[in-house]
């Protein structure tokens, strides 16, 4: 039997992204989600940008939401997330051989009127970026809200994905997606597997 991080590296490997619904639990949803509202209300979070650390330009035409950038010692985080990803890091090098060494992962907050408009998640300038994971913490996301990711595919199609609660979404950075204007306060985990360490 195939384990659920196999498939989803698997199906990574097939088609370039998989969506894997109901990855966290309600509860932890719910927890995750709460986290995130009281770090916004004592204002840690900060307006998101554009471009790699270096250069970065806050543009509200391009993008409009908010973030806050994950420690890696969170206890909690790290029971719920990042041992999944530490997993899923070694499994994809072992399958792709992209050479992943590293991860960054923000909070992302989208109130209502928000949007991010048509980009890449790796940059000329930085292509570090080899993967990105994000996973929807909208325990009552519903028709309507908007909110949803376009992933534009290989032959031109477009995948019209909700940010529904617990599911998780892997794709290869490379790859042109857009999140349509939402309707709804609409939080996420959103992050990078990286082939180059910070700490170098
Ligand atoms: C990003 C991004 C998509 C989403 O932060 O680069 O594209 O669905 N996010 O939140
Ligand atoms: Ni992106």
Same mark, same amino acid.
């Given at each position: ?48 940008? &554009?471009?790699?650390?270096?250069? =970065?330009?806050? /543009? ?9 950038? +994950?420690?890696? *010692? ?56 080899? &993967?990105?994971?994000?996973?929807? =913490?909208?325990? /009552? ?9 376009? +992933?534009?595919? *290989? ?46």
């Amino acid at each position: 039997m195939e384990t659920a991080i196999e498939n989803i590296v698997n199906t990574v490997y097939q088609q370039r992204y998989c969506i894997t619904d109901g990855f966290l639990s309600d509860t932890e949803v719910k927890t995750l989600k709460n986290k995130i509202i009281s770090l916004y209300q004592s204002n840690s979070f900060k307006k998101a940008g &554009i471009g790699n650390d270096k250069q =970065l330009i806050t /543009n509200s035409e391009i993008r409009s939401d908010y973030i806050f950038w +994950l420690e890696k *010692d969170d206890e909690q985080l790290n029971q719920i997330f990042f041992s999944f990803i530490d997993e899923l890091i070694t499994q994809i090098n072992r399958r792709f051989f992209l050479g992943l060494k590293d991860y960054e992962f923000h909070y992302a907050y989208y109130p209502s009127g928000t949007f991010y408009r048509k980009h890449r998640d790796s940059f000329k300038s930085d292509d570090a970026r080899k &993967i990105t994971v994000l996973l929807y =913490l909208n325990n /009552n996301w519903k028709n309507g809200d908007g909110g949803e990711l376009l +992933l534009y595919t *290989d032959n031109n199609d477009v995948l019209k994905i909700e940010p529904i609660g617990g599911r998780l979404l892997v794709f290869e950075s490379e790859m042109e997606h857009e999140v349509l204007m939402s309707h709804a306060d609409r939080y996420s985990i959103t992050g990078w597997l990286k082939n180059k360490s910070r700490l170098i």
